[in-house]
């Protein structure tokens, strides 16, 4: 068994190369960028929201607050003449990155962490590479990806969507698998 303090540079190096990983990903290759679409006639929607004052949160419209409400005629009206959908309502003002990135970092030393836990738990020290690289990275996956497909489940967003994230996961547990191969105590 390995100690976690033994592991503490490959959980930051990890977050550090997936970090970088994910901005290569998001900005220079811009597979991402037609994930989202341009309402129709945005100006009146936005003006419409804008007017109805949604505080910042997850919203899904029609709104029914009993699972039993949902098969009531006027509910299931609503549903058939649409639209059907969540939206989520951000604060309002310019886009800004900062938190954000420092919110995704520590995420990454968070996977890092879970990560280097299950791998000092089931690996010796002077395991192979391989080993390690298994261990850690399908750990990191399953940190990285899985839960984007609950999403594509039960907020119905686009599989090619979902993918694409589950693609940028698988991505990110290789790198965190070799990052704790070549890194794991002799």
Known sequence: MVSLGALWLPILLAAVVVFVASSILHMA??????????????????AALGAAGPSPGFYMFPYASDPKECSTPAMVEKFERGPVGTMNVNPSGPPTMGPALALWFAYCLLVGLFVAYIASRTLAAGTPYLQVFRVAGCTAFMAFALAHLSDGIWKMKPWSMVLKHSFDGLVYGLLTGGVFGWLWPA
């Open 29 to 46: 290759l811009k597979y991402h960028n037609r994930e989202y679409r341009r309402l129709p006639d945005e100006d009146t929607v936005l």
